[in-house]
């Protein structure tokens, strides 16, 4: 556990058409007094400007899935995000930054999320004060990784902010809005904890473990044979029970929910995820006692 969060990277545009996250840092690039606070120092990072100014999630590789220490260290890698993550992980590094806060976009109905990737003490509390001061704030908790390839492991503490449903390259001014007071909610948090006058938070929430994904149905040449089904449509976090339908073939043939528990799926009919074979995460809610 960090005993201390003094040094905070805000990073945007690790995928290039999720603008939501990019003008958010450019706005603080502007204006950097917004994200100071009193013993905590943010600096404000846009990550892929190629992907950016192209319009594009990225050029070569998904610059998200770059980060694995391996892959860091290997000279041979040496496309355009590869070795962009050599130098943001050079620059996380010099800087001593503790604390990542990645800004995402997603074409699914996620509202305002918080990942986190493992149960670190800090983090859940962290989360635990999100929720109680925006009940819409949902916590989507992913199995710890002990070499992640994501951005946010390069610091020892790390969190994505994923809002939707915004269509890629698009701004959404609402979640724009709501992105930002996201964040100096965040800020306010760490800098409370600094000064060892710690917010209060709720005895428990409720967040999402991921257990697994789901493809779309395919033929035998693997080509997608049918859709999200409008029944789940943009129903990210709501519960899918034994039985419910999930797909729905081009001819118009419904394809069942065959798990024997209910589940709540997330990240549906994400744009991005189509070229990695996920129709969506599958998880399970639980309720956390801090």
């Given at each position: ?40 120092e943010t600096i404000a990072l846009i990550a892929n400007e190629k992907a950016i ?36 992980a050079r620059q996380i590094e010099q800087e001593e930054i503790d604390l990542i ?144 339908p999930m797909f729905v073939t081009f001819d118009g043939k419904e394809i069942f ?34």
């Amino acid at each position: 556990m960090v005993a201390s969060v003094k040094r905070v990277a805000l990073i945007g545009g690790t995928h290039g058409g999720e603008l939501t996250g990019v003008f958010l840092v450019k706005k603080f690039q502007q204006f950097p007094q917004m994200i100071q606070r009193q013993g905590v120092e943010t600096i404000a990072l846009i990550a892929n400007e190629k992907a950016i100014a192209m319009g594009r999630r990225y050029i070569d590789t998904d610059l998200n899935r770059t980060f694995k220490r391996q892959d860091l260290e290997n000279p041979q890698l040496n496309n355009h995000e590869q070795l962009l993550a050599k130098k943001l992980a050079r620059q996380i590094e010099q800087e001593e930054i503790d604390l990542i806060i990645d800004l995402h976009s997603t074409t699914a109905n996620m509202g305002l999320t918080i990942i986190l990737c493992g149960r670190n003490p800090y983090l859940l509390r962290l989360a635990a004060y999100l929720t109680k001061i925006n009940p819409e704030v949902k916590i989507l908790l992913y199995t710890l990784q002990k070499n992640s390839s994501h951005l946010r492991s390069l610091a020892e503490l790390g969190i994505t902010i994923e809002v939707g449903a915004v269509a890629n390259g698009i701004l959404d001014a609402k979640l724009f809005q709501e992105t930002e007071k996201l964040i100096y909610s965040i800020l306010d948090y760490i800098q409370a904890e600094e000064k060892e006058k710690p917010l209060s938070v709720p005895p428990s929430f409720t967040y999402y473990s991921a257990i697994g994904t789901v493809d779309f149905p395919r033929d035998e040449q693997d080509k997608i044979k049918a859709m999200i089904h409008p029944q789940l449509q943009f129903k990210d976090y709501q519960p899918l029970h034994p039985g419910n339908p999930m797909f729905v073939t081009f001819d118009g043939k419904e394809i069942f929910y065959q798990g024997e528990e209910i589940v709540y799926p997330v990240f549906i009919n994400e744009a991005a995820y189509y070229e990695k074979g996920i129709a969506m995460y599958l998880t399970k809610a639980f309720s956390s006692e801090q």
